[in-house]
């Protein structure tokens, strides 16, 4: 198609050194299948796995690991997975890490609890039970899927000054549109294969990107390019490879109105 060929076509150039990549928002529709499309290729295990250590990649560049606590809240899903395994990767790096888990388990869950338990990682399906040790946290909730016996720690968190890394989509967001009046406000954003259009309202103070492992058929196949990853970084900051507004990247988007973005904050 002309968006495959384009994407080809973006990836050759850059690769030459003669244009930099665009960076694409992808759509919720879309993101499902680059995901389908991975997981046919590898596994859902692999992807977790990929992906959990880019989201402590994510940490050590923003938050460096000097005597800090990292609470990672995590839901069901392959993000609820990735920030199971984040929590592993993070402790050989220096972190203390805690993991909060909600009734509705991620993938393979058995067996990364078991993972985690060989570790010493404690896991509890209470926050307040975590809460003192936070220095930061992380969410890896995964957008507006309703997980109900989480509802209370992320309010905690919403209404606290602990800064918060979100994988993906912010937990209450809609992957499409973007916060809803109970969704978090992250500090950090890290996106995971390639931004969704709901991070063009993310107004942070850093927004990462990992996915140098997307296969280039899969890049092609769904009409986006990654930005030029340095040495073996896993992540990259990703702001200045995004469409602004008024580029052909971003004229096909439904822009949705901006005005009610101060108000998904407001307090109970």
């Not at 150039?13 to 529709?29: F, H, M, N, Q």
């Not at 402790?91 to 509705?104: I, L, N």
């Not at 092609?220 to 990703?238: E, K």
Request: include cysteine; charged fraction near 25%.
């Amino acid at each position: 198609t002309e968006r495959e060929m384009a994407a080809v076509l973006d990836r050759v150039t850059t690769a030459l050194g003669l244009t930099t990549p665009k960076v694409r928002y992808l759509s919720g529709e879309e993101a499902t299948g680059v995901r389908d499309a991975l997981v046919a290729e590898f596994s859902v295990s692999w992807l977790m796995e990929i992906h959990g250590l880019a989201v402590a990649s994510c940490l050590v560049e923003a938050f460096p690991p000097d005597e800090t606590t990292v609470v990672i809240i995590c839901g069901s899903g392959d993000v609820g997975g990735a920030g199971m395994v984040a929590a592993r990767y993070l402790t050989t790096m220096g972190y203390r890490t805690r993991v909060v888990v909600s009734t509705a388990e991620p993938p393979d869950f058995d067996k990364l609890k078991k993972q985690l338990d060989l570790m010493n990682i404690p896991v509890t399906t209470s926050l307040h039970e975590t809460w003192d040790e936070a220095d930061v946290v992380v969410d890896a909730v995964s957008g507006y899927a309703s997980v109900p016996d989480l509802d209370k720690a992320l309010s905690l968190v919403r209404h606290s000054n602990v800064p918060i890394v979100s994988v993906d989509v912010p937990a209450g967001w809609d992957v499409d549109v973007g916060p809803t009046a109970t969704g978090l406000l992250p500090d950090v954003l890290i996106s995971l294969v390639a931004p969704k259009k709901c991070s063009r309202r993310f107004k942070g103070r850093a927004h990462y990107l990992g996915g140098r492992f997307v296969p280039p058929a899969v890049q092609d196949q769904f009409g986006f390019a990654l930005p030029p990853f340095q040495g073996t970084a896993q992540v990259i900051r990703v702001e200045t490879y995004l469409p602004q507004p008024g580029d052909a990247n971003e004229s096909n988007d439904d822009d949705d109105d901006d005005s009610d973005d101060d108000d998904d904050d407001e307090d109970e």
